[in-house]
């Protein structure tokens, strides 16, 4: 269990691509099913919006958890620390519960954007800090460059992408992982094991994929608009799926089904 997500049972809310009032209506339900963490990026344009939605709420500070990510075009002495400071502004805090990278440079350069992110924490811009879509190899990296906990590395993660490798990565180098895309945009609802498993639980076809993340060791991160599906993806932590059931949903992993490319992402990593 990622112990800083311990709080926020092991559940994040995720923002993107909301913005305005659709964002303001899901933060609102997602506070309201219990959804404490929330996520967002430079890169989402949404910050400001995310801000004043967290703002809305209610929920104290010290209650909340909120993740940004910088953008890769911000990985630069002369623009990292203050692309932060912007999205504090935005997110109207003075620091940032995790702040990570969002890409690793183009060619997989990552020792210099991980040590400005060092310096956002020594600077106490964020409370703790991470990375996303890392490969194995650059976790092994990160956890020799950067002198502090790194406490997430949030990648793409369903039951149709096998990521053995980077489970594997985590466990050695102690950095959990976060998923995104965590029903793969839709893509699992096409396979009956999870309707047939949802049956045979009481539960949603969605539900049996976010209960397979977390038990896989995986911190759950989520996007609705519907409130009812909000609610839903929050409830997953009253049953367990059964280690036969884990497997049987495991072996759709051999599908590679990857939704994030280098086609749409130029900053893609090599995974292989």
């Known amino acids: 269990m990622n112990i800083l997500f311990q709080n926020t049972h092991q559940r994040v809310f995720g923002t993107y691509p909301l913005r305005g009032a659709a964002l303001a209506d899901a933060v609102t339900a997602a506070a309201q099913a219990g959804y404490r963490a929330f996520d967002t990026a430079q890169m989402y344009e949404n910050e400001a919006d995310t801000g004043a939605a967290l703002a809305a709420t209610g929920l104290a500070r010290e209650d909340l958890c909120i993740i940004t990510k910088v953008h890769p075009d911000n990985y630069s002495e002369d623009r990292f620390i203050a692309s932060v400071e912007e999205s504090l502004l935005k997110l109207r805090v003075e620091e940032v519960d995790v702040l990570l990278l969002h890409w690793p440079l183009v060619g997989g350069q990552v020792e210099p954007p991980l040590k400005l992110l060092q310096s956002a924490l020594t600077r106490g811009l964020a409370r703790h800090i991470g990375v996303s879509n890392f490969n194995a190899a650059m976790m092994r990296t990160a956890r020799a460059v950067i002198d502090a ?6 990648v793409e993660f369903h039951p149709l992408l096998d990521q053995s490798a980077l489970l594997a990565a985590s466990v050695e180098t102690g950095i959990p992982l976060m998923s995104y895309s965590s029903v793969a945009r839709g893509e699992v609802f096409k396979y009956p094991l999870f309707a047939e498993l949802g049956a045979a639980y009481g539960v949603s076809a969605a539900q049996i994929v976010l209960r397979w993340i977390l038990q896989k060791g995986v911190v759950a991160n989520t996007m609705s608009t519907k409130p009812e599906n909000i609610r839903a993806n ?11 059931d884990m497997a049987r949903i495991g072996t759709l992993g051999a599908t590679g089904y990857r939704i994030v490319t280098e086609d749409i992402v130029p900053w893609t990593p090599d995974w292989d």
């Open 149 to 154: 906990p790194i406490v997430a590395n949030q």
């Open 234 to 244: 929050f409830d997953v932590m009253d049953f367990t799926l059964s280690t036969v």
